[in-house]
């Protein structure tokens, strides 16, 4: 737990007292600056479950619903039970990332169970003969008819959706290609010109969005991530659901100001 960015996170009687300022005196302030101290500790335990990752699930899927997990750890810590906020904030985070890869794999884990000794069949076939193995060689190893075997391996690839992001088959290592470069784009859709302002104002609403406060890039997570209503943000967040209506529309505001100052730009070039 200790390699985890220790030296971001504050000690434990610092925590403590920043969450009895947030409990007992609604220090909104306190209550920001304990979620931002351990926000580094939830990518952490994102990432080391990045390779039991389903293909289509995101890491960007578990850090926010480890985010969720870590203000609601806020809220419901008592240092009374002898953990710190610490110990307790690392059982909770890790369990909702958990609980979002379970509940993004609709495969049964029977499933799953027999997927891993698959791979540890063929693994250990391989290391042996210095070769994959065949259907039937496989199934031998693993002691169950072939049928059985391909039944396994079929289910296993229904509930595997490929991500575009994965390396297309046979791309070279120095000239990576994904899926996704492989897709035929559909008609019209490969205009150099409209292809390059696509991305240029797709990269001026990152750069926007980048550029909010981390409490309103943490409730565009909570509204168009998570789909939370205003009521239930604002709980989160310990504030009111006018507060939190206020703040969308602050952000509104700010992300549409970014975009009409590209197309203005944007369309003076193009009539030049």
Same mark, same amino acid.
């Given at each position: @737990?200790?390699?985890?960015?220790?030296?971001?996170?504050?000690?434990?009687?610092?925590?403590? =007292?920043?969450?009895? =300022?947030?409990?007992?005196?609604?220090?909104?302030?306190?209550?920001?600056?304990?979620?931002? $101290?351990?926000?580094? @500790?939830?990518?952490?335990?994102?990432?080391?479950?990045?390779?039991?990752?389903?293909?289509?699930?995101?890491?960007? !899927?578990?850090?926010?619903?480890?985010?969720?997990?870590?203000?609601?750890?806020? !809220?419901?810590?008592?240092?009374?039970?002898g953990a710190t906020f610490e110990q307790y904030a690392w059982t909770r985070v890790s369990g909702a990332i958990m609980d979002e890869l379970r509940r993004q794999d609709w495969a049964p884990r029977s499933l799953r169970r027999s997927g891993r000794a698959i791979e540890r069949a063929r693994d250990e076939w391989q290391a042996r003969t210095g070769r994959?193995?065949?259907? *039937?060689?496989? =199934?031998?190893?693993?002691?169950?008819?072939?049928? !059985?075997?391909?039944?396994?391996?079929?289910?296993?690839?229904?509930? !595997?959706?490929?991500?575009?992001?994965?390396?297309?088959?046979?791309?070279?290592?120095? @000239?990576?290609?994904?899926?996704?470069?492989?897709?035929? =784009?559909?008609?019209?859709?490969?205009?150099?010109? @409209?292809?390059?302002?696509?991305?240029?104002?797709?990269?001026?609403?990152?750069?926007?969005?980048?550029?909010?406060?981390?409490?309103?890039?943490?409730?565009?997570?909570?509204?168009?991530?998570?789909?939370?209503?205003?009521?239930?943000?604002?709980?989160?967040?310990?504030? $009111?659901?006018?507060?939190?209506?206020?703040?969308?529309? $602050?952000?509104?505001?700010?992300?549409?100001?970014?975009?009409?100052?590209?197309?203005?730009? *944007?369309?003076?070039?193009?009539?030049?």
């Amino acid at each position: @737990m200790e390699t985890a960015t220790s030296a971001q996170r504050p000690t434990a009687s610092t925590a403590e =007292a920043l969450w009895r =300022a947030w409990i007992q005196n609604g220090d909104v302030a306190a209550r920001d600056r304990l979620v931002l $101290s351990y926000a580094p @500790m939830v990518k952490y335990l994102a990432c080391r479950k990045v390779r039991e990752l389903p293909a289509h699930c995101e890491l960007d !899927d578990l850090v926010s619903c480890g985010l969720l997990a870590l203000i609601a750890a806020v !809220d419901r810590f008592d240092p009374a039970k002898g953990a710190t906020f610490e110990q307790y904030a690392w059982t909770r985070v890790s369990g909702a990332i958990m609980d979002e890869l379970r509940r993004q794999d609709w495969a049964p884990r029977s499933l799953r169970r027999s997927g891993r000794a698959i791979e540890r069949a063929r693994d250990e076939w391989q290391a042996r003969t210095g070769r994959l193995p065949s259907d *039937g060689e496989l =199934a031998d190893e693993l002691e169950i008819g072939v049928g !059985d075997l391909r039944g396994q391996l079929e289910g296993l690839a229904r509930a !595997d959706l490929l991500s575009l992001n994965t390396p297309a088959r046979g791309a070279e290592e120095s @000239m990576p290609v994904e899926v996704g470069d492989t897709i035929e =784009a559909p008609p019209g859709e490969h205009d150099p010109e @409209m292809a390059a302002l696509a991305n240029e104002r797709a990269q001026v609403l990152r750069d926007a969005i980048a550029s909010l406060t981390e409490r309103e890039q943490t409730i565009l997570v909570l509204l168009y991530v998570k789909h939370l209503q205003g009521a239930e943000i604002g709980r989160l967040l310990g504030v $009111s659901e006018s507060r939190v209506s206020q703040i969308l529309s $602050s952000i509104r505001r700010t992300l549409k100001e970014h975009i009409e100052s590209y197309d203005s730009i *944007g369309t003076l070039r193009r009539a030049a």
